[in-house]
DNA sequence: CGCTTCTTTGAGAATACTCAAAGAGCGTGG
DNA sequence: CCACGCTCTTTGAGTATTCTCAAAGAAGCG
């Protein structure tokens, strides 16, 4: 996970990292209220986490993929407040937060990395309010299919091709849309040669002009 | 600021606050790319946060009034991501980062109160976006007032009479809305009675309806 | 291989947006 | 202190985007 530690550090976190977990497809790593006492990163596999209104309504407000983290809601009330589902069988390493508290303690570059972490998330939850905020539907599926790809490209997979593990119904839960807009939005990428989806095969044949609309 | 600490650790704060500043309106705090070097305490006043997109829209990703934090953003990258711009003339304490990283590293309540911080903010933002994604004009706006409500009677002012420093452009900014929709809104609540807006001045007359919206 | 679930596409409806203009409020300067 | 001008707010009318409802087609799973 991270990717500006030392090897040392990286040893002192194996320590701490005891146990991975297996979640399988549609089932929870954690629900909203559920205690919280570890941070995970995501092995294998992958997560969407969800906010629940009272009134049954979801909204998606991230997608983890290997490497990413989850959990970090959790530390400043100590229950969670969303929830994380398998989008498909998936593995997790289990951080418990008090052992890696004192790590933090003893190391300062550790400490500076979970400060990163929590940062990082605030960040990127600003730039998804930008998104639900001001763009039209075609321009937050352009953003969304972009974000992932210099994801899984900044994870050593390939950014032009991957498989969505979500349905079209949680990309919309997820971009403030109906799931028909979104899959008229890929039919409208289609016809214009920005992407060509396989179902849930994904190819961003012309990212440039994706990065354009 | 922190409502959880002891008296040491308030002392202990103010060594290290020693300086505040001030805000004329309209005035940036800091902006996109400055280099983050401190938090900031809203002492008096208020200010908005907002995110810029390259092609130049904004986004209004919160508000804040005295006791509330700013500058959170800035701690992951380095350079703060987001610009805080002052409602009213305002002033803030300066927490200089690099002195309360010390001071987080000896006192663990310190520690954990930043992590608190940090954590409310990625929790606040969640919410937010729950809002952005799922609810209707009406509903968004219903969910702001009560929220700055709750806030202004959780720092000890009327949580039924309060004074909106932002324009309607604003709100609309921050609740993904166009000015007039927000207007609309207000007179909507208006004709039914929930609030009686006079200018900036709002009076929450029904909270429980507004909830029910 | 059959059933269930997901995806696509169409048609019509609703919400929010755009453009426009009048009215109110605020700050500034005489 | 008042008047002027500017900005902000309100309201209306028409438009556009997205949503809702519906049905057929495709894909995935047991």
Redesign the interface.
């Known amino acids: 996970m991270p990717a500006d530690l030392s090897g040392i550090e990286l040893r002192q976190l194996d320590t701490v990292v005891l146990t991975t977990r297996h979640v399988r497809r549609g089932e929870a790593l954690f629900r909203t209220h559920d205690v919280f006492q570890s941070l995970y990163a995501v092995r294998t596999g992958s997560f969407k986490t969800i906010?629940m209104?009272r009134d049954g309504?979801?909204?998606v407000?991230g997608f983890q993929i290997p490497g990413e983290p989850l959990g970090?809601?959790?530390?400043?009330?100590g229950t969670h407040?969303?929830e994380a589902i398998a989008l498909e069988d998936s593995t997790v390493c289990i951080i418990p937060f008090a052992q890696f508290?004192s790590l933090c303690?003893e190391s300062?570059r550790m400490?500076r990395h979970?400060?990163?972490?929590?940062?990082?998330?605030?960040?990127r939850?600003?730039?998804?309010?930008?998104m639900?905020?001001?763009m039209t539907a075609e321009q937050r599926l352009a953003s969304f299919l972009l974000d992932l790809a210099a994801r899984f490209r900044a994870r050593g997979y390939s950014g032009a091709k991957f498989n969505l593990k979500m349905s079209r119904e949680e990309i919309g839960?997820?971009?403030?849309l109906k799931l028909e807009t979104v899959s008229r939005m890929f039919s409208r990428f289609h016809r214009d040669g920005l992407v060509e989806p396989k179902g849930k095969q994904i190819h961003i044949v012309d990212a440039q002009a994706l990065a354009r609309v």
């Open positions: 906010v209104h309504r979801e909204q407000i970090l809601d959790g530390v400043c009330s407040s969303c508290e303690r300062r400490q979970l400060y990163y972490l929590m940062s990082s998330e605030i960040v939850e600003s730039s998804l309010m930008m639900l905020g001001t839960c997820y971009l403030g």
